[in-house]
């Protein structure tokens, strides 16, 4: 029987030894590793199928720029990224350069699991932060240090479908648009809809508390991130006005309500209008089979394009520091960002690709898309804290019942501070 245990363990361990054996021969030899080069690894996840094409065209390139460096990539749909990258992080075989989220940045910094940057951004003298826009660097920053650089500036817009408002006879949304004319609007699309006997489309979707409680003055939690701050009078009221666009002028529906619809409700003009990523042109560029256009989101208070800024980090473990830093840099740099930017649906970090015709070229659609180059100034970045998913999902509990109207606004936001609270006590101030 001992014979028999100890023959496993020998087999156990030559496949063991096999299987690693094998994984460096596959990055070291068929990826084409050529002797004494420094090799790194990056990872990402995929959000649109031309992302890897971009990324292959990215590493080519940075190939070519630093013969000296080899870098083999991993990428991973977004589903299983994080699981796989935890993982990686615990085992310490994670990748020397990683894809970061700002929603999780908290947490893995509080873990130190992400090298601080400004030691490589200090003393490198070839890096100007001044050549990259600035505002998607506030969710980058946590106590005055730079954890994670980000690639480009993703924001939020309204895209409208031109030829459901040329049918109303509603004039198109602009820049001029305020939270009464996009309200006024919408009643008229409503309207047109009913008169037609047109079912189950809406003037508009993809409706987000926390965008109309920031365009109203409020914030979900302080520049501290200690305190919910959610049952301020401008976080109500934008609680309040989105309750209303819903529940008193049904112009739209709850958003957990339009999976109901299926797939992209714009793509299959169920909605005149919605609110969405810039990173969504892409997708409606290439499929869409009606005419539509953006425009910024109207002002309530405040005109505001909130920023979910997604970057690369650096693995505090990694061996090859100087050269995962060079991998970091070249995604910022010129190459890389003409790149990012043919694809249509990533709006330029450095300044000069995004004023150029790599971004703009001749003809470009949506027709309005130039209006990404007047947004700065207008830029507000959800604070976040450690934990984001359960704070937030303890929040949302609360939002869900004001916008099902099964309670007030004040009384929604009130509730939803006091789990809010109940949360940032159990991450920051119990021992």
Known sequence: MNESIGK??????????????????????????????????????????????????IIAAFHQAHPDIHVIVRHHPWADYFTKLFTGLVTQTAADVFRMSYAFLPDYVHYKAIQPLNQYIEKDTTFHLN?????????????????????????????????????????????????????????KLKNYFQANRIRDVYPLLGLLYS?????????????????????????????????????????SIPPDAESTVGGDPFLKQKCAMTYGQAIMMHPY???????????FRPRGRFRLAKTLACGLCLNPKSREKEAAWQLMKF???????????????????????????HFLP???????????????GSISQNWICRNWGRFRSELRQEIDLVMEGKISAEEGCRR????????LDEIYRQK
């Not at 994984?23 to 031309?50: M, N, Q």
């Not at 560029?285 to 425009?295: L, S, Y």
């Open 331 to 357: 995604f910022v740099g010129e190459t890389a960002q003409k790149i990012f930017s043919e694809i249509g649906a990533f709006v330029p970090i450095r300044r000069e690709v995004l004023f150029s015709t």
């Open 362 to 376: 001749p003809g470009y659609k949506p027709a309005h898309k130039h209006l990404l180059l007047q947004v700065n």
């Open 211 to 251: 965008q109309f409680v920031m365009e109203n003055g409020g914030r979900i939690i302080d520049r501290d991130r200690m305190v919910c701050t959610l049952d301020t009078p401008e976080a109500i009221g934008g609680v309040q006005f989105m309750r209303d666009l819903i529940l008193y002028y049904g112009v």
């Open 416 to 423: 939803a501070t006091v789990r809010g609270n109940r949360v």
């Open 8 to 57: 496993v363990i020998r087999w156990g361990i030559l496949i063991l030894a096999i299987s690693f054996g094998m994984r460096w021969f596959l990055s070291h030899l068929y990826f084409g590793k050529p002797p004494g080069r420094t090799v790194i690894e990056y990872s990402y996840w995929v959000g649109i199928p031309e992302e890897i094409e971009a990324n292959r065209l």
């Open 131 to 187: 050549e990259l826009v600035d505002w998607p660097f506030e969710s980058c920053i946590i106590d005055n240090q730079i954890f994670m650089l980000p690639v480009d500036c993703p924001i939020d817009l309204l895209f409208y479908n031109k030829d459901m408002f040329d049918r109303a006879g509603v004039s198109y949304p602009d820049t001029s648009w305020t939270w009464e004319e996009l309200l006024q609007a919408s009643l």
């Open 285 to 295: 560029t290439e499929k869409a089979t009606f005419d539509w256009d953006i425009t």
